[in-house]
Antibody, heavy 119, light 111 residues
Framework: EVQLVESGGGLVKPGGSLRLSCAASGFTFSSYSMNWVRQAPGKGLEWVSSISSSSSYIYYADSVKGRFTISRDNAKNSLYLQMNSLRAEDTAVYYC????????????WGQGTMVTVSS | QSALTQPASVSGSPGQSITISCTGTSSDVGSYNLVSWYQQHPGKAPKLMIYEGSKRPSGVSNRFSGSKSGNTASLTISGLQAEDEADYYCCSYAGSSTRWVFGGGTKLTVL
């Protein structure tokens, strides 16, 4: 079964750091670009970051640029998001999502992990 | 990069058809045939319903269809069913810098 499972969410104080992980299974992880997409409570989806299959190309939304770092370990079938200098507005459910074969859409999503930034 | 514009809510009765619009700009929707649509039920992860503007992934009902004209994409759901009640989001490729932009989401109520 094709599956993405996020972990690492939790409660963190403003200015703090957190590292999210996404474990992939059921497909050849190293062949796909991967993304992080977040959803603040009661709000819509927001694309956060993308990383190509070999990590050659990395992109960030302006809202997280300079604070978040996306990475992957193809040997471990894992995607990561290092989040530093966290702000209240980063509070959200963070989903990892696979781009499809042609990079046209997000065809597989994890169940999400909640990040709460609060003092 | 601003979010794509969707109506906040739409509604319809069982068996009817509804259309959700998604308006972007010439930098995203208007420039690329890479609009996708996602269905999200409360507390669940989004599910891909339409990609490349009008294509359906395997397993998605043919009651769901997509189209695009200029800077506006549309999702049409025909033969509304109770289980279609959910939030729907459009998404467009927006170039090598911004990469992806989502719409604000539309809540579909089946009356």
């Amino acid at each position: 079964e094709v599956q993405l499972v996020e972990s690492g969410g939790g409660l963190v104080k403003p200015g703090g750091s957190l590292r999210l992980s996404c474990a992939a299974s059921g497909f050849t992880f190293s062949s796909y670009s991967m993304n992080w997409v977040r959803q603040a409570p009661g709000k819509g989806l927001e694309w956060v970051s993308s990383i190509s299959s070999s990590s050659s190309y990395i992109y960030y939304a302006d809202s997280v640029k300079g604070r978040f770092t996306i990475s992957r370990d193809n040997a471990k079938n894992s995607l990561y998001l290092q989040m530093n200098s966290l702000r209240a507005e980063d509070t959200a459910v963070y989903y990892c999502a696979r781009e499809d074969d042609y990079g046209d859409a997000f065809d597989i999503w994890g169940q999400g992990t909640m990040v709460t930034v609060s003092s | 990069q601003s979010a794509l514009t969707q109506p906040a809510s739409v509604s319809g009765s069982p068996g009817q058809s509804i259309t959700i619009s998604c308006t972007g700009t010439s930098s995203d929707v208007g420039s690329y045939n890479l609009v996708s649509w996602y269905q999200q039920h409360p507390g669940k992860a989004p599910k891909l319903m339409i990609y490349e503007g009008s294509k359906r992934p395997s397993g998605v009902s043919n009651r769901f269809s997509g189209s695009k004209s200029g800077n506006t994409a549309s999702l049409t759901i025909s033969g509304l069913q109770a289980e279609d009640e959910a939030d729907y989001y459009c998404c467009s490729y927006a170039g090598s810098s911004t990469r992806w932009v989502f719409g604000g989401g539309t809540k579909l109520t089946v009356l």
